[in-house]
T-cell receptor, first 114, second 117 residues
Framework: DTAVSQTPKYLVTQMGNDKSIKCEQNLGHDTMYWYKQDSKKFLKIMFS???????INETVPNRFSPKSPDKAHLNLHINSLELGDSAVYFC?????????????FGPGTRLTVL | AQKVTQAQTEISVVEKEDVTLDCVYETRDTTYYLFWYKQPPSGELVFLIR??????QNEISGRYSWNFQKSTSSFNFTITASQVVDSAVYFCALSEALGGGGNKLTFGTGTQLKVEL
């Protein structure tokens, strides 16, 4: 039933570690996104993929590497985690289109870097 | 650059009061789309409404209504007869088309609504 799912829901790790967050959507959408929500609840886009191709990378450090094995999946790998990476990461998906289509969000992954 | 301003950081009301959440946006696009999302305490982001720049009709859905005014670049959200379950952070967002498909949402900073008994 779940439209956009993310795993894990919570991730606690030490500085310097590498971690991945997985995202899957069963809505048949072509476009997927990663957003970061900081401690003040500000939401900002990180990446967008359309049909497995990277469309946008919003000045995100190279330590963040998205990977889209197919249209239904967009995973986020983070190397050498830093304290400032602590946030909630949301995956979203939409149909392609010129700004018109609604983005549907996953439940979020709360990453805590100690 | 696109910008969304939600000047109200936090609003507290008593149940059954009406409340309006303000949203002001900036864009140079002639065609654009505006959205409202709700983030309850459980943390997920729930889509509420999408409005395109050509349609200035107000919209009502149950206790929710939206007032889109292009002349003032505002897209305000009113909850009538608020309930405790309406307590959440509400985000207004503006969509920008991306080359190659998809769209990029620029979010406002959110308004925390607290509805008390």
């Amino acid at each position: 039933d779940t439209a956009v799912s993310q795993t894990p829901k919570y991730l606690v790790t030490q500085m310097g570690n590498d971690k991945s967050i997985k995202c899957e959507q069963n809505l048949g959408h072509d476009t997927m996104y990663w957003y970061k929500q900081d401690s003040k609840k500000f939401l900002k886009i990180m990446f967008s993929y359309n049909n497995k191709e990277l469309i946008i990378n919003e000045t995100v450090p190279n330590r963040f590497s998205p990977k889209s094995p197919d249209k239904a999946h967009l995973n986020l790998h983070i190397n050498s985690l830093e304290l400032g990476d602590s946030a909630v990461y949301f995956c979203a998906s939409s149909l392609p289109g010129q700004g018109a289509n609604t983005q549907y969000f996953g439940p979020g992954t709360r990453l805590t870097v100690l | 650059a696109q910008k969304v301003t939600q000047a109200q950081t936090e609003i507290s009301v008593v149940e059954k009061e009406d409340v309006t959440l303000d949203c002001v946006y900036e864009t140079r696009d002639t065609t654009y789309y505006l959205f409202w999302y709700k983030q309850p305490p459980s943390g997920e982001l729930v889509f509420l409404i999408r409005r395109n720049s050509f349609d200035e009709q107000n919209e009502i859905s149950g206790r929710y209504s939206w007032n889109f005014q292009k002349s003032t670049s505002s897209f305000n959200f009113t909850i009538t007869a608020s309930q405790v379950v309406d307590s959440a952070v509400y985000f207004c967002a503006l969509s920008e088309a991306l080359g190659g498909g998809g769209n990029k949402l620029t979010f406002g900073t959110g308004t925390q609504l607290k509805v008390e008994l």
